[in-house]
């Protein structure tokens, strides 16, 4: 798949991808934190849950708990009801206790290892709060990548080998956080499930575009 790709095409989706995030991305709190157990536990936190109803519970998280030892020392008072998960916090109590007294980790293996961190929030905690060029794929990223670049998805191609392939390549060197935040945000704002096509900046070389046109 990535053979077949021209590397000026990927230059060319990368950066519009980037601009399109530096003029129109959205500056959530815990994309910019620089306490790391924030980030996780946000990271945790957007699993299945969109990022608007999450900014209250994470607000009243982060001003009561600055560190794991905090949490598992307080309570929580109803923060997580509003998410309507209270499972969550039973997840985010046992990452607290195996995180309490270490760092957090700063490489996937180790990462993988704690509770409730998956491959997703791995790559999304290492590439925004790590700085480690990671790439990331959700079902939006998949139907992104998928009508751009002009190849069939279903459910399980996602798991695929040569989309992390893809994935790997598209993600640049340098920028990767702007790049990775541009994907999260132009998928939910741009290319939807119903895409705002008028509204995009790579429709010129969008092969679901130009199917249309
Ligand atoms: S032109 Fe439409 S389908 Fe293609 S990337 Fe843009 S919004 Fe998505």
């Given amino acids: 798949m990535v053979d077949l790709i021209l590397r000026s095409s990927i230059q060319d989706f990368q950066k519009k991808v980037i601009n399109w995030e530096k003029e129109s991305g959205i500056s959530y709190p815990w994309r910019t934190t620089p306490n790391h157990w924030h980030a996780l536990v946000a990271e945790i936190m957007l699993q299945r849950t969109r990022a608007e109803q999450m900014l209250t519970p994470y607000i009243e998280f982060t001003e009561r708990f600055d560190t794991p030892e905090a949490f598992l020392q307080g309570s929580t008072d109803n923060i997580f009801d509003s998410l309507g998960l209270k499972w969550r916090e039973q997840t985010l109590r046992e990452l607290a206790n195996s995180l309490a007294g270490r760092n ?3 490489t996937r293996p180790e990462l993988l290892k704690l509770p409730g961190v998956g491959d997703y929030v791995a790559s999304a905690y290492l590439s925004a709060h790590v700085k480690k060029r990671e790439f990331i794929i959700d079902s939006n990223v998949v139907r992104l990548y998928g009508r751009y670049w002009g190849f069939e998805t279903n459910p399980e191609t996602r798991r695929k080998k040569w989309l992390s392939e893809l994935a790997s390549e598209l993600t ?11 994907l999260i945000d132009f998928t939910k704002a741009v290319c939807k499930i119903r895409p705002k096509h008028h ?5 010129n070389n969008c092969n679901f575009a130009q199917r249309l046109s």
């Fill in 104 to 106: 957090i980790p700063d």
């Fill in 172 to 182: 640049p060197q340098k920028e990767f956080v702007e790049y990775n935040y541009g």
């Fill in 199 to 203: 509204q995009c900046p790579v429709k």
